[in-house]
Structure formats: C-alpha cells, structure tokens
C-alpha cells in the first residue's frame, strides 16, 4: 500500500499547485493580456484556449519520450512556477509565469494519467484540500500574501510535491505499472475542476450564499460566520467521493444531485446558492467515485514488477495513451466551459446553460460507468481523510473576522464624506491582487459611506475571492450588496451608519451585455435625520452612451429619496457635457465634483476620462472634491465631504 499513499499524495499536491496557478492566470486573462469590455473576448478566448489545446499533444510526447521522464520534468517546472509567482511584482512576467506553470501543469497531469489508472482518491484530496486552505486563508491565496508565512508554506507544499514525484517512481504508480482503466476519472478531471472551482467547492460562493440569507428585498448584507457552510460542503464531497457508493441507488443520486446543484446555480438566485453548492459538492463526489473503474486488485499492482515502457504497443501502453488523452481533453473542457461562460458577460449571450452541460457531461460520464467493486485506495481510511480535510476547513469561520455592525454616534453628524470607487474585482494596474492598495486608497479618506462598483464575490475566472466581505473585514465597515450581472456581481454601499431600507432595480440592457442596476439604501444618521444613497455602475451599449440607464437611475433614486438628501455616485461611463450626464442634472441633481473639474478618473496610471461621478440633492453642500492617485485598480476612486442641510 505504500506506493498508493506516495501516488495518491503527490497526485493532490501537484493538483493544489495547478488550482494556485490558475488562480493567477484566470484573472491575468482580462488584467494583463487583456482588459475586460475593452479587449475583444474573442481574442481572450482564443489566448486562453491555445494552451489547453496546445496540451492535446502531451500524450504523443510521453507515448515516445515515456511517462516518467515527462512527469519528472514537468513537475519541477510547476513547482518552479508556482513558488516563483509569489515574489513576481505583477504585470507581464507574472503572466507568462503563469502561463508556463498551466502548461507545465497540464503536461504533469498526461504524465501521471499514463501511469495511474486510479486517481480518484488523489483528485478529490486535491479539489478539498485546496478548498479547504483557500476558505481558511480568507479566500486570499499564498501567492498573493507575499509575507514569510507564505513563502514557508509555499515552500513545503512545493518539497512534498517534489519528494513524492521522486519517491513515486520507485515503486509501482507513477513510473510503475498500471491497470487498464482510469479512463473515465481522468476525463472528468476537468470537468469536476470548473464545477467544483465555480459552485460546489467555492468557499466565496457558500459566503455569498450565507449573506443573501440576511437579504432584505433581494440585497444581500454582511453574513454572521459566512464560511460556515464550507466544512459540510468539503465534508459532503469527501465523504462521497472516497467510498463506495451504494449498491441499490448509488447510480442515479450522484448523478441527478450534481445536476441538481448545477441547475441551482444557473437560475441565479442568491437564496437558491447554498442548496446549489451542497448538492453539488455531494453530487460531484460521487460521481467521481462512480468512475474508480482501475480494472485490476491491489495486490496484482502492487506485486508487479517493473512497467512496460509507455511506447509498447501492448494493453498497457495502448491504455496510458488513453487516460492521457482522457486528460488532456478533460482539461480542454474545463477551458471552454470556463471562457464559454465568463464571455458571455462580455459578448452578451445566455450563459445558464454551461454549469448545466458541463455537469450533464459528468452525470452522464458517472451513470456509465460500471459497478465499483472495492473501497478506494488512498493515504488514509475515507472517514479520516474527509474528517482531516474537514477540520482544515473548519478554521475558516473560526478565524474568520465578524465585521463590527455599525451605530449611531452622540447625535446625527454635520458632514459625511463619501467615497465611490470602481475596484475591477480588486485587482490592481499591475494584475495583482490588491486588497492593501484598495483598503488604503479608501482609509486615506476617512469616509463615512462608501460606494464600489465591479464588485466580484465568487467568480472562479477572478480567482474565487469575496472581495466585498474581504475589503469590508479591512475597513470595519458592514455591507449592502446589490446583484447586477448575477447574484455575486454588482455593486455595493459600506457605511459606518446604520443602513434600513435597502432597495435594488434591474436597469435596461439596451444592447449592453453585462448586466446593470441601481442600489438604494437608507441611512439613519440619528434624532430621525436619513440621507439617501443610490450606488450604480452604468453599462453603455456598443458605441452609444448609457443615457436609457442614466435617466432610469435618476428616476429611481429621485422617486426613493422622496425629498429626503440624496447621494448618487458611481462609475457612470459618462462625461460632463453628455447626454447621459445631463440626465442626473435634468432630474435636479448636482454635480459634487463640479469644482474641482476637470477630475479625471481613467485609466488610473494616465487619467483621462471624467467618467467616476457623485450627484447629490442640492440641499447637500459638496466640499474638498478629490480623485487621489493611485494604482489599485483602473479607476481612480472620487471623494467628497457632504454638508448636511440645518435641521
């Protein structure tokens, strides 16, 4: 059993690292080689579908070179990558340092499907122990942390991945002999990566979930213990995917809960998120345990002696040769169902579809397969394995920090200062991951309320960070969040005043593909004093400016103030003298950046374009407009002191 506990080990340590490193590359897509709305999506597309069609010729080269060689090889070069991406300043080198680190990735993955026909057990170790780490660090990974914590366990992680790789050919599994199965594991592999990665092992999605059960009128507010639901999701996975399903109904649960989850997720709801993560996670597991069809007893493997070479035309070399393919062009299905559902926000077609297909693919992948007739091999027994796992994510709501819920000071205040801010999903000019950038460029304004805009909180194409939660954990303030493009996209109010009566309109697409809305929420500064606050990103159509969603976010914010003082900020896509600008004016409001224009916004390394706006009611008295410097994302964030009118 030795060789197994090496094999399936070493197999989720190389799988943890290719999930780190593509946590780099997903956003590097739209940060760094292109910009999201700006960049065609055809051409993202085509940048990041090369690769993976690029690693559809691995399984030639180990079917000539020999599995052990290529393995060894790309191995070093993904631990290379990755460890490596933790000291890079961002920009390009971090981009095509990612890049090599997926490639090299992918080209492991053939290696070691040649020479492993069971890698169920080291797969779902990989997708919950890598869940499991990211829920308990926060959702901000190692690599982004920079500090000598995370450079240590980098580090170790790394010399494990490499001690194993070295150790496992030595006997039997990598670089020993396999069975003739595992086909069907290794093609889901990809597959069960993108739906564990987007819904049923998405620690960011279960927080978002957790918030909209506190939603008020379809808004989502800061959750109590967000990632609480983390450890009964990893538990649910664990615990389906390393032991045997059930004899009399084994074949179908897996299969419909999975398709069931996938459903869930695509109806966009934010109430329906949670259901949709715990039945995929539970669905996902088994049918991965329904494809452990490795057709030959241990202790046939692991008495056998030195494998054939992988280029023997005999069952062995013909069977590595499939479970590469089987990879590589699970793999390939993980690219195309990630691009395909992450360009429909910029190309504007129905994207529901594709968690479904993809999930439908593993259903029917699951339900083919043939009875598992033993428990799964692994390091541990399942129970200890999943209780193991399990623990890891349990620290994740115990460490996580509780956000202070706002109150009232001594007496309704004679001024707010308001902050509104356009984040790009809370990476900075440079394609790093700046919550430090982002918290500080804030702070600096000592605000009372502030306003963001490109508010992601689960996208796996982002890296599955809350950035909402994170950057309000960081500024102590609690959170209204509004949907917009879908339940974890939007727009969102933080505010060091008690928020009531939280209110969200969908706004008309007019040809715009990615979704918009308008925010409104309350604030009850005290003695019966309220100020109203609308926060809203405006989404032009194609060569036009957004002067439908401009006029119907004036209508909306003037009908919910009902003559009460009233703020309207965000990144409005429009520009003094616009018709779309005029739309606020027309509706009474005024410009509380007007004396100190021209203020530029973006980009932010060379601001150009007035397009990040505050309106307010003309009660208010608008003083110390700025637009501070800095590169913590595209825009710039604005910044105004508010006086309020006598009572």
């Given amino acids: ?58 399984p030639g080269v180990v079917r000539r070179v020999g599995a052990r060689p290529v393995t060894v090889v790309a191995a070093v070069l993904l631990a290379v990558a990755r460890l490596a991406l933790t000291a890079t300043p961002g920009g390009r080198p971090q981009l095509w340092l990612a890049t090599a680190g997926l490639l090299a990735g992918l080209v492991w993955l053939v290696g070691v499907a040649a020479d492993t026909d ?10 919950a122990v890598n869940a499991a780490v990211h829920a308990a660090l926060d959702t901000v990974d190692l690599v982004w942390r920079g500090d000598w914590v995370a450079w240590l366990l980098s580090s170790v992680a790394v010399a494990l991945f490499l ?79 390393l032991t045997r399903p059930p004899e009399r109904w ?45 057709s030959e007893p241990e202790s046939d493997t692991a008495a056998a002696g030195p494998a054939e070479t992988v280029g023997d035309e005999g069952d062995d070399g013909r069977w590595a040769a499939r479970r590469g393919y089987a990879v590589a062009a699970g793999m390939l299905v993980f690219a195309l169902g990630a691009v395909g559902y992450y360009s429909a926000y910029d190309l504007g077609y129905p994207n529901a579809a ?11 992948v699951a339900f083919a397969a043939g009875p598992v007739v033993h428990r799964l091999p692994g390091p541990f027994a399942p129970l200890r394995a999943a209780g193991a796992v399990t623990a890891l994510a349990l620290l994740a709501p115990v460490l996580a920090d509780e956000v202070p819920v706002a109150s009232n000071r001594d007496g309704p205040p004679e001024r707010l200062t308001v902050v509104a801010y356009n984040i790009r999903m809370g990476f900075g000019l440079d394609g790093r991951f700046d919550l430090t950038g982002l918290t500080e460029a804030v702070e600096r304004q000592r605000p009372d309320v502030v306003l963001l805009s490109e508010v992601d909180r689960a996208w796996l194409l982002n890296g599955g960070h809350d950035t909402l939660d994170l950057l309000a954990d960081r500024l ?22 008690p928020v009531t009566d939280p209110r969200t309109v969908a706004l008309p697409a007019v040809g715009a593909p990615t979704g918009a809305q308008a925010l409104a929420v309350t604030l009850d500064l005290g003695a019966g004093v309220r100020t109203a606050v609308v926060s809203t990103h405006l989404q032009p159509p194609p060569g036009r400016g957004p002067v439908v969603q401009a006029r119907a976010v004036a209508d909306f914010a003037t009908a919910y103030a009902a003559g009460r003082p009233l703020v309207v900020a965000g990144d409005l896509n429009t520009q003094p003298g616009d018709e779309a600008f005029g739309q606020f004016t027309a509706a009474g409001l005024v410009d509380a950046l007007a004396t100190a224009r021209p203020l530029a916004t973006s980009p932010a390394d060379d601001p150009r374009e007035q397009i990040d706006h505050v309106f307010v009611s003309p009660g208010l008295t608008a003083t110390n407009p700025v637009a501070p410097r800095g590169t913590a994302s595209d825009h710039l964030p604005v910044a105004v002191t508010l006086t309020l009118p006598p009572r």
């Fill in 1 to 58: 059993m030795r060789y197994r506990q090496v094999t399936t080990g070493t197999l989720a340590l190389g799988v943890i690292l290719l999930i780190d490193v593509l946590r780099v590359w997903l956003p590097g897509i739209i940060t760094t080689f292109g910009q999201a709305a700006s960049t065609p999506a055809e051409l993202m597309g085509a940048f990041a579908l090369g690769w993976f069609v690029l690693a559809m010729g691995a």
């Fill in 118 to 127: 069971r890698p169920v057990p080291g797969l779902a170790l990989g997708f």
């Fill in 163 to 241: 001690l194993g790789t070295a150790r496992s050919g030595s006997a039997g599994g990598p670089g020993g002999r396999a069975g003739v199965g595992g086909v069907r594991a290794w093609l889901l592999a990809g597959p069960a990566l993108l739906l564990a990665g987007m819904v049923a092992l998405s620690p960011a999605l279960a927080q978002t979930g957790m918030s909209y059960l506190l939603a008020d009128g379809g808004v989502a507010r800061s959750p109590l213990l967000g990632m609480a639901p983390v450890p009964v999701a990893v538990a649910a996975f664990l615990c389906t995917a």
């Fill in 250 to 294: 084994g074949r179908a649960y897996g299969p419909v809960a999975v398709v069931a989850g996938a459903v869930l997720f695509a109806v966009d709801r934010g109430d329906l998120l949670l259901p949709a993560v715990l039945l995929a996670a539970v669905g996902l597991g088994a049918c991965l345990a329904r494809t452990d069809d490795g």
């Fill in 354 to 364: 594709v968690p479904v297909l993809v999930a439908l693919l593993v259903a029917v």
């Fill in 476 to 497: 102590g303030m609690p959170y209204v969040f509004g949907p917009a493009a879908d339940p974890v996209w939007g727009d969102a109010v933080l505010s060091r005043w």
